[in-house]
């Protein structure tokens, strides 16, 4: 088990110390003071070791509360709080002067899904106030209930694309119809393209609306669906105490998130069945140790084209070895879609310093986890002007040692072959350098 397992979404609200509109009227059970000495017992069974306190009101009273809890209970981490982003002075004010200067702030939200116009995001003011943030490396949580909110969203990346931004409960996914994934699914899939979106896996309970007989697999499409396309280190998960309690205990809603954990290897894209099918699974614990595995977590090592989804259906590194081939060893291969964004990947693929650059990065990665510096070859291909497919560098060179000599040859870089352009081409082209 982890160190830490952190609960990255807790509410709480005090009646006498801050105003909670929307609270107002309300006839469940939240329309009441919670304390977080009331969650103590049930997030000790559930095994949560740390927590992220987060807004629950568009006023700097509820920040102030929550930032005063921060200081006094030694499991909170930090508070998602709350800016008047309307007004940008008032914001540069409180980050350089007020609490945004406090250790406990680390983020910061508005309820946006209360606002009557669901493109609130996009006013001049408030755009200037999230560029703020940005400058301060702040994240932004987006609490959507709309496919309008996710729309947003991608208009303010557009915008701000420096500012980390947060899917609270993964924007209302269409759990209650079952839709699987339509409008939701379609502009979630472009927020995953932005490396600076992320998803909080948190309220799907209360967001299946059969608050007293929803079950874990009810959710388990919608957080296959999340892990996939964003990737685990752009998921976390949250247990929204105590807008849960609507739809079960703390406990309940933690024990379906465990159930699901894995729901991303059952599920591949879109819900279509894995085409790739793992032809060994290794769950010997010996082995599983000396690859740095967690206990008990069987390593799966996949065959056949995987294409365009080897970024999402492979880990970073994958052991490949070859059944045809015996001699041949077996040899580690990093998924570099996953670890690259697109652009860069291109620059990477056809640049050979650039992929030196990389191989090195790869390298020091490698030996700060596993304390071996590997050597690593590449599998290149270029083509240019009808000439056949050559290899860009020396597949036998160790990308990760080779020296750099400026301003003149290197030997692991290999030369292109003009063999496709006639030699009388040449010899009537005295500007043409064979050499």
Not at 8 to 14: L, Y
Not at 27 to 51: F, H, K, P, V
Not at 115 to 132: A, C, F, H, I, K
Not at 197 to 213: C, E
Request: proline share 8%; with cysteine.
């Amino acid at each position: 088990m982890p160190d830490h397992i952190v609960d990255t979404h807790v509410h709480i609200w005090n009646f006498s110390r801050a105003d909670y509109p929307w609270l107002k009227g309300d006839r469940s059970i939240l329309n009441r003071s919670y304390e977080l000495a009331e969650l103590e017992d049930e997030r000790n069974t559930a095994g949560m070791t740390m927590g992220i306190l987060v807004q629950a009101a568009n006023n700097q009273e509820d920040t102030v509360w929550m930032l005063e809890n921060a200081a006094a209970n030694d499991w909170i981490a930090g508070v998602v709080g709350w800016l008047p982003l309307q007004d940008p002075g008032a914001v540069a004010h409180i980050l350089e002067q007020g609490y945004g200067k406090n250790e406990w702030f680390k983020g910061v939200r508005h309820l946006i899904h209360n606002e009557p116009d669901p493109r609130w995001l996009l006013q001049d003011p408030v755009l200037e106030s999230l560029g703020l943030l940005a400058e301060k490396d702040l994240p932004y949580d987006l609490v959507g209930v709309l496919p309008e909110h996710i729309d947003t969203a991608l208009r303010v990346a557009e915008k701000i694309p420096l500012l980390r931004m947060v899917f609270d409960h993964l924007n209302q996914p269409p759990i209650a119809s079952g839709e699987r994934f339509g409008k939701w699914g379609t502009l979630m899939k472009e927020a995953a393209g932005h490396q600076n979106f992320f998803v909080k896996i948190s309220g799907l309970g209360t967001a299946s609306k059969n608050f007293g007989g929803w079950r874990a697999a009810d959710l388990e499409p919608y957080i296959g669906f999340a892990a996939a396309h964003f990737g685990e280190d752009r998921c976390f998960c949250g247990g929204d105490w105590p807008v849960s309690l609507l739809a079960g205990s703390y406990v309940r809603t933690w024990e379906a998130y465990r159930q699901n954990k894995d729901a991303r290897g059952r599920l591949a894209l879109d819900g279509e069945p894995l085409k790739a099918e793992p032809f060994l699974v290794i769950e010997d614990p010996p082995v599983l140790a000396a690859l740095h595995r967690a206990a008990g977590q069987p390593l799966i090592i996949y065959t056949g084209d995987l294409g365009p989804k080897v970024k999402d259906l492979l880990p970073q590194a994958c052991i490949f070895d070859s059944q045809e081939n015996r001699s041949a060893p077996p040899y580690i291969w990093w998924n570099s879609p996953k670890d690259l964004t697109f652009s860069k990947l291109l620059h990477v693929s056809t640049q050979p310093f650039y992929l030196r650059r990389y191989a090195r990065r790869v390298a020091e990665l490698w030996q700060r986890d596993y304390g071996r510096r590997p050597i690593i070859h590449a599998r290149t291909s270029m083509s240019f002007n009808g000439r056949p497919s050559q290899p860009m560098v020396d597949p036998e060179a160790d990308l990760a040692t080779v020296p750099v000599a400026w301003l003149r040859h290197n030997p692991w870089i290999k030369d292109l072959e003009t063999a496709r352009i006639p030699a009388s081409a040449i010899a009537a082209n005295p500007g043409f350098d064979s050499q």
